[in-house]
């Protein structure tokens, strides 16, 4: 694989989802790899983008359709995927997760020819990356983390959210952090004040701290300012399961065209309007989100 602009490192999953208007659940396929990379073939292909993930031969499928709508992928393999059942109740902001099963985790061994301007991390279970994944990557180009694997904890299949202990190691290697307010308040031991708890984990070393809100938009922390982005109302609400990584999508692509913190946060949530309004990864243009930014 050629060197990217933005490389996407992650598992894709095997998902479950259960709402109130599917209550019997809807199988697809998810995790940050999916949903970013679907997001980044729907915008203008004038992003060099790649994504590495490890599936077991039940998402070898998913892989090659990718692999076949043009997105250079490298899958590294795995026994196992990732399997989670996430269940939404009528507030889609808040969700109950069950691992299922999980996949192998990536290795500075594995990631040895992996070259980009910035290696997109999504986190789905607190031993995807160890610490040293992240301190190699770090050293050939910007890194950038969703948080959320990291503080998952997995007891008898039940998530629970929980701090972790390598946080200071590896977040002073971390130019963007993606966190919601609910991780927030766990990686700063309960601090409620988003603005006091953006600029805690910026001492800790990160460089864009990124804070998304649901249905109130997003708070992004950069160069001691504190920048407020709004929400955009979705004509429905249907499911929110891959908002974060279309989030976090929208943001890399934005500052890629060199987008300030403002600009990207914008174009960031108007994607995200866009994914919410049907269920499965971004499939709007960049017309439609710049329609609703304007």
Request: glycine share 8%; proline share 3%.
């Amino acid at each position: 694989m050629e060197k990217k602009q933005i490389l996407c490192i992650g598992h894709i999953t095997h998902d479950r989802i259960i709402t109130p208007t599917l209550p019997q659940g809807v199988d697809c396929a998810g995790g940050t790899a999916y949903y970013v990379a679907w997001a980044m073939h729907h915008l203008p292909h004038d992003v060099s983008f790649g994504v590495v993930t490890a599936v077991g031969d039940d998402l070898q499928h998913e892989v090659e359709r990718l692999r076949q709508a043009g997105t250079d992928i490298v899958d590294l393999g795995s026994p196992t995927s990732v399997f989670f059942e996430n269940s939404y109740g009528r507030n889609m902001n808040n969700r109950r997760q069950r691992v299922m099963s999980k996949a192998a985790p990536f290795t500075v061994d594995a990631l040895r020819d992996a070259q980009a301007d910035v290696f997109h991390l999504g986190t789905l279970l607190v031993d995807d990356f160890a610490p040293e994944v992240v301190e190699y990557l770090a050293t050939k180009g910007r890194v950038c983390i969703d948080v959320q694997g990291y503080l998952r904890e997995v007891r008898q299949q039940r998530v629970y959210a929980v701090d972790w202990a390598d946080k200071l190691r590896v977040l002073k290697h971390t130019d963007i952090l993606k966190v919601n307010e609910n991780e927030i308040d766990v990686l700063t031991d309960g601090e409620r004040d988003l603005r006091r708890g953006a600029k805690l984990i910026s001492s800790w070393g990160v460089r864009e701290v990124l804070v998304t809100l649901g249905d109130y938009g997003s708070l992004i922390y950069a160069d001691d300012r504190f920048y407020d982005i709004p929400s955009y109302a979705p004509r429905q609400v249907v499911d929110a399961t891959g908002c974060g990584d279309t989030y976090a999508a929208g943001y890399l692509y934005a500052q890629a065209h060199g987008a300030g913190y403002e600009e990207a946060g914008r174009f960031a949530a108007a994607m995200c309007t866009l994914k919410l309004e049907h269920s499965g990864p971004f499939d709007g243009t960049i017309d439609d989100v710049n329609s609703i930014i304007f």
